[in-house]
């Protein structure tokens, strides 16, 4: 927030820096907020609607390129083609390895194949791919894996760059519910 004030009178907890140290200055930001009350106009007439989750529609995700089952390739740190898409993953700023980028591309295909429903939320889809990370490996996320082929050319993204990436797909299909 840096030194702006504007905000004590709202302010659950105030944390101040000092010498590169974090001290709580909370009763301090309301007697200062008490003493000189807020010019600030309300912008909205109520209080915004509360989020409503998003489930994807399984059929929605494929990596088929028509001509193959399925086509992933990680062209470059930002750039995954998906089956027919060109996935633009500029903004998702936390990539660090084009190895990152191609599990992403083969975790939205095991997703596909592992939906446990017709539709399922984004968050619930992001835990499980993240729990198979954890119990299954990258590995084997590979299709190649059970004949020992396979290239162990995947890193570990984390959660987030995969929901980003999931969010950039055009032609997935969402569900409000």
């Known amino acids: 927030m840096g030194g702006c004030g504007d905000y004590f009178d709202v302010a659950d907890t105030v944390i101040l820096m000092r010498d590169f140290q974090p001290v709580t200055v909370t009763d301090e930001a309301h007697q200062i907020a008490q ?3 807020t010019q600030r106009c309300r912008e909205v007439p109520q209080a915004l609607d509360p989020i409503r989750s998003r489930s994807i529609v399984r059929e929605s995700i494929h990596a088929s390129s028509g001509k193959r089952d399925f086509k992933i390739d990680a062209k470059s740190l930002t750039l995954l083609m998906f089956g027919k898409e ?4 500029v903004g998702v700023e936390q990539l660090v390895d084009i190895s990152q980028t191609r599990a992403i591309g083969y975790a939205l295909r095991f997703l596909a194949q592992h939906m446990r429903c017709p539709q399922m939320g984004i968050k619930e889809a992001v835990i499980m791919i993240d729990d198979f990370f954890t119990q299954e490996g990258l590995d084997r996320l590979d299709p190649y894996y059970q004949s020992g082929r396979h290239p162990g050319n995947f890193a570990r993204p984390r959660p987030y760059e995969v ?9 997935i299909r969402l569900h409000q519910t």
Do not use: M, Q, Y
């Open 86 to 89: 060109r996935l633009d993953l």
């Open 163 to 171: 929901a980003a990436t999931i969010n950039r797909l055009r032609s």
């Open 35 to 37: 003493a000189h009350p």
